[in-house]
């Protein structure tokens, strides 16, 4: 029996990748971990949550390094790990929601990656991080206000990514889905030849 559709874009899609790592990018609630986890595990390669080899890094959580050191020290410190990470490629890297802001960063996801935004409306995004009390940007009076804000600054930044998806209240599965399509179409599909 035959290889599948998806078994043959997967395959032809690592092939195309090469040692380049597949990096998410979006607010904090967009789904970079769980979305980037099933992302890894179709297409058969590792998945790194950049926030989590911070907090090895520290041996200490995030909020305890925000509350400890300082905003500042936290993302300097992460500049130095997505660095560091996107030497061992090719993988699934999740990033902070603040990683890709960085102009170094973005520079090194370039250069040794392909970004993919996971873009969320406002309501989605609140919906998912009300969840969690482990995120320190958001322990203020008014959490909506400062993811307000937070979308405003970070989306036209975000925008630079290499491609984007919608991540809304969908099954994990078809936003992989997406994923994946996108990824060949930007890999694995034909470019146009621009003969004189």
Do not use: C
């Not at 990096?23 to 979305?35: D, E, H, R």
């Not at 058969?44 to 500042?72: N, R, W, Y």
């Not at 300097?76 to 699934?92: N, S, T, W």
């Amino acid at each position: 029996m035959g290889a599948t559709t998806a078994e043959i874009d997967t395959t032809g899609l690592r092939a195309a990748l090469g040692a380049r790592s597949i990096v998410l990018v979006g607010l904090m609630g967009a789904g970079k971990t769980s979305i980037g986890r099933r992302l890894a595990q179709r297409l058969g390669l590792p998945f790194i949550d950049a926030d989590q080899e911070i907090e090895k890094a520290h041996v200490m959580s995030i909020p305890e390094i925000f509350e400890k050191h300082g905003e500042a020290y936290f993302r300097a410190g992460e500049v130095r790990v997505v660095a560091r990470i996107l030497k061992d490629g090719p993988q699934v890297l999740a990033t902070g929601g603040g990683a890709f802001m960085n102009p170094e960063t973005r520079a090194n996801i370039r250069a040794l990656g392909i970004s993919l935004w996971l873009k969320a409306d406002l309501d989605v995004l609140m919906r998912r991080v009300r969840r969690r009390s482990d995120r320190p940007l958001l322990k203020q009076a008014d959490p909506e206000a400062v993811l307000r804000r937070l979308m405003e600054e970070r989306y036209p930044v975000y925008a630079e990514a290499d491609l984007a998806i919608v991540s809304r209240e969908a099954s994990h599965e078809e936003i992989v889905d997406e994923a994946v399509n996108v990824l060949v179409d930007h890999l694995l599909a034909p470019k146009e030849l621009n003969q004189p």
